[in-house]
DNA sequence: GACCAGGCACATC
DNA sequence: GATGTGCATGGT
């Protein structure tokens, strides 16, 4: 256990209360989330998602038997709507050939199995694939992201390259391995990362700039 | 108008 | 293996 580690949950948790993540009604609408909010402020998720539920039900099926171009537009605002469009299609391209579109069958898989299944999807990388299988499929997995890795350097708990699988690592072995505690730390995270911790600080004026 | 957002794949050296 | 680039909309 690290004690500046979890120190840093409990302010936050104090700062900012239970998160509730992840907004979703379903896990399938998890997942399509997870994808769509790839280097994406939420608010252009949220639309691009309520466009999709006001074409029909919000299932794999549904999604599937949808046109490419239709898909596209619908997703639209998310952003990266062409690749986004196709990572989402080609997800549901698997679900359909192997688990008879049932995300429940595709989640009755062991934890590494399934990593490394969503990882295997061209348009799945780590954070991704660790949020499906965090905030879906209910795994006490750890999710990084840009936000967890700057804070954390900043705080002088890593260096700033850390890497994705470092940083998990490390993360990992200094909590407990609980799914809520892993599920609201990483919200957290994220919520005063968004608040506070620019890319870079703003110096405005400063003479020093650009020297 | 610049900067940023709940990344990822691919090209190139 | 590291480093650079394209993808795209929308808010501050």
């Keep these: 256990m690290n004690d500046k580690l979890l120190d840093i949950y409990r302010i936050l948790f104090d700062h900012y209360g239970p998160r509730e993540w992840w907004p979703a009604e379903t896990p399938f609408e998890v997942l399509v989330g997870a994808i769509l909010t790839q280097n994406t402020a939420w608010r252009n998720v949220e639309k691009a998602i309520a466009n999709l539920k006001q074409l029909g039900p919000l299932t794999p099926e549904a999604l ?19 690749r986004k469009g196709k990572r989402l299609r080609n997800f549901l391209g698997m679900l359909s050939d192997r688990f008879e579109c049932r995300i429940e069958a595709l989640f009755d898989l062991p934890t590494e199995t399934l990593r490394e299944e969503l ?3 061209s348009g799945i990388g780590p954070e991704t694939a660790d949020s499906i299988l965090l905030y879906a499929a209910g795994r006490p997995v750890f999710v990084i992201d840009t936000y967890t890795i700057r804070i954390l350097s900043r705080h002088e708990l890593l260096p700033e390259e850390t890497s994705y699988a470092e940083a998990q690592q490390w ?4 909590l407990p391995e609980d799914v809520q505690l892993f599920n609201e730390f990483h919200a957290l995270l994220v919520n005063v990362g968004k608040d506070f911790c620019r890319p870079r600080p703003k110096c405005p004026g400063c003479p020093l700039e650009g020297f």
Aim: glycine content about 4%.
């Design 119 to 121: 990882l295997a999807l």
């Design 171 to 174: 993360v990992t072995d200094h």
């Design 64 to 82: 599937f038997h949808l046109p490419e171009e239709t898909l596209a537009e619908a997703i639209r605002p998310s952003g990266y709507y062409r």
